[in-house]
């Protein structure tokens, strides 16, 4: 079983609606939850960066964390187009930043 | 399934010297790897993507003569750091993808490299 899991999809919504993306975990030790933007052919962006449980937003995206779950979302409202690339979800112990990454979610936003 | 092996870690080395990180997949056939360098608290950079049997491709910055990289075979790309200096203390991360390319990618675990 891997750390972490994640489905890599693809996942295809149609334009506007709200999209859901999720990982589990099975070390109870992570502290640190990270989504990453990736579009073809590029390195992955940081998009939320959360420690422990709790929800974070920046505007259309909504970072969840529920760690009695070992489960993090993450929410994009109003997905546009240019939502559609692979988000991955990463995480780890300590601010030593040594990853464990998910297989990433390939998301497609039809216009 | 879909598991990537990188190796080593963690590495500290001196000033001058060489260091190699190893990148393998151990239950797929990686058509193409990528390597990645993180800086604390930003992005992955993409330095450059390598495919079996061919010379890799580097990213714009990216000095081919100092990040040797090696797609030896469909299961193993090596990253070599030449005459490594302070500046190149940095987080190290592979990954690799399947030809069926709505598969993702596996990331290894990455390597926490410390040149003294």
């Known amino acids: 079983q891997k750390e972490v899991e994640q489905d890599p999809g693809p996942l295809s919504v149609p334009e506007g609606a709200i999209v859901s993306l999720n990982c589990t975990y099975s070390?109870?030790?992570?502290?640190?939850f990270m989504w990453y933007r990736q579009y073809s052919r590029k390195g992955p962006e940081l998009l939320m960066y959360?420690?422990s449980s709790g929800n974070k937003e920046d505007g259309r995206f909504t970072a969840q964390v529920d760690k009695s779950s070992k489960y993090i979302s993450l929410f994009i409202r109003d997905s546009q187009p240019s939502d559609s690339a692979t988000y991955l979800c990463?995480?780890?112990?300590?601010?030593?930043?040594?990853?464990?990454w998910g297989a990433g979610t390939k998301l497609i936003i039809k216009p | 399934g879909a598991v990537v092996s990188q190796h080593p870690s963690r590495v500290i080395c001196k000033s001058g010297t060489s260091v190699k990180i190893e990148c393998r997949s151990l239950?797929?056939?990686?058509?193409?790897m990528f390597w990645y360098r993180q800086f604390p608290k930003q992005s992955l950079m993409l330095m450059a993507t390598?495919?079996?049997?061919?010379?890799?491709?580097?990213e714009q910055g990216v000095e081919k003569d100092k990040f040797l990289i090696n797609h030896a075979s469909l299961t193993l790309s090596t990253l070599t750091v030449t005459s490594a200096h302070p500046e190149d203390s940095s987080f190290y991360i592979c990954?690799?993808?399947?030809?069926?390319?709505?598969?993702?990618?596996?990331f290894g675990s990455g390597t926490r490299l410390t040149v003294v």
């Open positions: 070390n109870s030790a992570f502290q640190y």
């Open positions: 390598s495919n079996e049997g061919s010379k890799a491709t580097y």
């Open positions: 990463a995480m780890s112990q300590d601010s030593n930043y040594q990853l464990i």
């Open positions: 959360t420690y």
């Open positions: 239950d797929f056939q990686a058509t193409t």
């Open positions: 990954s690799a993808t399947r030809s069926d390319s709505d598969y993702g990618y596996t």
